[in-house]
């Protein structure tokens, strides 16, 4: 029987700050992340903060908020700048993340 490939770990988790508040992401990706209870914000609006991956360390970025669920209360943002230690960063959770788990 031919082995099953898996995905061997949960996303981890991305903690975004915007104007010194804090915000779990509900998801991420290399793109961009969502997050819910965010205050004042509307689609097209531009903001800067910092995100950890993990509890790790802090970088910096700039993100657009490309998507807007009222009734939800969520917020997509679609990333305009991050550093390269953070792409890398990012890169190497979901790298993690994915990297094949045999199954039998």
Same mark, same amino acid.
């Given at each position: ?14 903690? *975004?700050?915007?104007? $010194?508040?804090?915000?779990? %992401?509900?998801?991420? %990706?290399?793109?961009?992340? /969502? ?7 509307? *689609?097209? $609006?531009? *903001?800067?903060?910092?995100?950890? *991956?993990? $509890?790790? $360390? =802090?970088?910096a970025?700039t =993100? ?5 669920? =009222?009734?939800?209360?969520? #917020?997509?943002?679609?990333? /305009?700048? #991050?550093?390269? /230690? ?5 890169d190497? =959770? #979901? ?10």
């Amino acid at each position: 029987m031919p082995a099953k490939m898996s995905v061997s770990e949960p996303l981890p988790p991305l903690t *975004v700050t915007i104007a $010194d508040q804090s915000y779990p %992401s509900d998801n991420w %990706s290399l793109g961009g992340f /969502q997050l819910t209870g965010v205050p004042g914000l509307s *689609v097209g $609006d531009v *903001v800067s903060g910092t995100l950890k *991956v993990d $509890d790790g $360390d =802090a970088f910096a970025f700039t =993100a657009s908020v490309v998507r807007k669920d =009222a009734g939800a209360g969520t #917020l997509g943002f679609q990333f /305009q700048e #991050l550093t390269p /230690q953070a792409m890398t960063r990012l890169d190497r =959770a #979901l790298a993690r993340r994915l990297s094949p788990r045999r199954r039998v």
